[in-house]
Structure formats: structure tokens, C-alpha cells
């Protein structure tokens, strides 16, 4: 039995379950809630979730975006999503004096994060890399950041060859929640030249996610939380063939 057909089995076991308490009593523990049901080597960002699937999970009622994996961006500067975050972002609500850098960029289109900048994604297929290209006043100003193509197929391949996505619904008693897995998809993936066709389309897209702690510990200090590659759940068929 390949690895599809043992998930499909797994999850028919958790569908007849019903409501399932949440491990961790948050309105966004969908997603620990069925790595612990699967017993899923979850929390690893280096391999799958379970066996050689990634697991996903989309609320019912929402076209949610779809993280495909996290890759730092490189350049001649380090650690180069703090130091685009420094130059183009723009001033954190509470804390005027520190600059968060937030957002999508799309390969299709320029778009404004914050007033002052607009970015876009380019491939450069010569050099074997989507460029960050950064613009003032339609002129521009700098395209040194990257992530160059063997990085991106390596993790790409490695984490998302075969996904699993559970749709759920959720509901809260008594402060508590739970979620019901009601449907789960199988896909299995296209190719890397996919991949790159789709950014070029718009299709996937990178997100910035440089922020300032509001709370806790490092409260008003800056933290990076990642710099993902994306997709609408709408548009898996996209990168992906589906099995189930």
C-alpha cells in the first residue's frame, strides 16, 4: 500500500470521530490538531509531515492561501529579509521607530507594501533565479535580492512532492475548540518548471512576514517570521496532479 492509500486510511478513521478537541485550544490548531491525530513527525520543517506527505489543512468556508515551504531570500546583504524590512518597509503601528515589512509580492504585477515602495518578482532564467525587483516613482532601485533556483527546487521537491490537504470545520464550546476533518485531497507534484511558470503568472506568490513582538519575552523587539511561497487552495490543480 503506497503512502496515499495508508493517509486515505488514517483519515477515514479520523473522519468518523467527528469534532475532535484541539491540542493546543486555539482558533488556529487545525493543523496540530491532525499532525498529533496522524502522529506526524510535524514540527521538523525539513521533511514532511507524515511519511513522505506534507500536510495541509484549509477551513471549509474559506479559499484560504496554502503555504508551499519557507526560503530566506539571499543577497549582498545578510540576513536579507531584515535588511529589505529596514530600507523599503514601513513604520510599525505601535512602535513608530522600528520598520516592519509585511505582505505578498506577485511575479505578475508590481504592488505597494507601504506607501513609498513597490515590488515585484522576476525570473531571470540566465541566472537561475527569481530576482526581488524594488521600485520608487515606477524607476528601479534595486533588484539584489534572490532566491537562486537550485535552492527552491530542493525544497520544493523535498516538501511538497506529495501533499495532503484536510478541509475542516471547527466549532467552540464552553472556550474550547474543536475541528472536524470533512474531506481530505491528494495531489502529487507537476515539475519545478511549474513552479516557475505560476510565479510568472502570479499564481504563486511570496510573503514577507517581518514584524514587530507585541507581546511576551521579546516584546518590541523585531523578528523575522519567515518568507514564504504560496498558493491559493483553489489553485492546486495548478501545481499539482491530484490523486484523490
Same mark, same amino acid.
Given at each position: 500500500?503506497?503512502?496515499?492509500?495508508?493517509?486515505?486510511?488514517?483519515?477515514? !478513521?479520523?473522519?468518523?470521530?467527528?469534532?475532535?478537541?484541539?491540542?493546543?485550544?486555539?482558533?488556529?490548531?487545525?493543523?496540530?490538531?491532525? #499532525? $498529533? #491525530?496522524?502522529?506526524?513527525?510535524?514540527?521538523?520543517?525539513?521533511?514532511?509531515?507524515?511519511?513522505?506527505?506534507?500536510?495541509?489543512?484549509?477551513?471549509?468556508?474559506?479559499?484560504?492561501?496554502? !503555504?508551499?515551504?519557507?526560503?530566506?531570500?539571499?543577497?549582498?546583504?545578510?540576513?536579507?529579509? =531584515?535588511?529589505?524590512?529596514?530600507?523599503?518597509? @514601513?513604520?510599525?503601528?505601535?512602535?513608530?521607530?522600528?520598520?516592519? &515589512?509585511?505582505?505578498?509580492?506577485?511575479?505578475? *504585477?508590481?504592488?505597494?507594501?507601504?506607501?513609498?515602495?513597490?515590488?515585484? =518578482?522576476?525570473?531571470?532564467?540566465?541566472?537561475?533565479?527569481? !530576482?526581488?525587483?524594488?521600485?520608487?516613482?515606477?524607476?528601479?532601485?534595486?533588484?539584489?535580492?534572490?532566491?537562486?533556483?537550485?535552492? /527552491?527546487?530542493?525544497?520544493?521537491?523535498?516538501?511538497?512532492?506529495?501533499?495532503?490537504?484536510?478541509?475542516?470545520?471547527?466549532?467552540?464550546?464552553?472556550?474550547?475548540? %474543536? %475541528?472536524? @476533518? #470533512?474531506?481530505? @485531497? =491528494?495531489?502529487?507534484?507537476?515539475?519545478?518548471?511549474?513552479? =516557475?511558470?505560476?510565479? !510568472?503568472?502570479?499564481?504563486?506568490?511570496?510573503? &514577507? *512576514?517581518?514584524?514587530?513582538?507585541?507581546?511576551? *519575552?521579546?516584546?518590541?523587539?523585531?523578528?523575522? $517570521?519567515?518568507?514564504?511561497?504560496?498558493?491559493?487552495?483553489?489553485?492546486? $490543480?495548478? /501545481?499539482?496532479?491530484?490523486?484523490?
Amino acid at each position: 500500500m503506497n503512502s496515499f492509500e495508508i493517509l486515505k486510511s488514517k483519515y477515514q !478513521e479520523i473522519n468518523k470521530k467527528g469534532f475532535i478537541k484541539s491540542i493546543n485550544n486555539y482558533k488556529n490548531g487545525a493543523g496540530l490538531t491532525i #499532525e $498529533h #491525530e496522524l502522529k506526524s513527525t510535524g514540527g521538523d520543517f525539513n521533511i514532511p509531515d507524515f511519511m513522505d506527505i506534507e500536510i495541509k489543512t484549509v477551513y471549509k468556508y474559506r479559499d484560504a492561501d496554502i !503555504e508551499l515551504f519557507n526560503s530566506a531570500p539571499d543577497g549582498s546583504h545578510f540576513p536579507a529579509a =531584515l535588511w529589505v524590512s529596514n530600507n523599503y518597509g @514601513y513604520p510599525d503601528n505601535k512602535y513608530k521607530n522600528i520598520k516592519v &515589512f509585511k505582505g505578498n509580492i506577485y511575479g505578475n *504585477k508590481k504592488n505597494y507594501i507601504g506607501n513609498k515602495y513597490e515590488f515585484q =518578482l522576476r525570473i531571470n532564467r540566465t541566472s537561475k533565479r527569481i !530576482e526581488l525587483f524594488v521600485y520608487k516613482n515606477n524607476m528601479l532601485i534595486n533588484n539584489d535580492i534572490y532566491w537562486d533556483f537550485d535552492t /527552491l527546487k530542493e525544497k520544493l521537491e523535498r516538501k511538497d512532492n506529495k501533499v495532503g490537504v484536510f478541509k475542516f470545520i471547527r466549532k467552540c464550546i464552553n472556550n474550547e475548540w %474543536y %475541528y472536524k @476533518y #470533512e474531506k481530505l @485531497y =491528494l495531489y502529487k507534484l507537476k515539475s519545478f518548471k511549474t513552479f =516557475l511558470d505560476l510565479i !510568472e503568472k502570479g499564481i504563486i506568490f511570496v510573503t &514577507f *512576514k517581518v514584524d514587530v513582538h507585541k507581546s511576551g *519575552k521579546y516584546i518590541g523587539k523585531i523578528s523575522d $517570521h519567515g518568507t514564504s511561497f504560496r498558493i491559493y487552495f483553489g489553485n492546486m $490543480h495548478k /501545481l499539482f496532479y491530484k490523486y484523490y
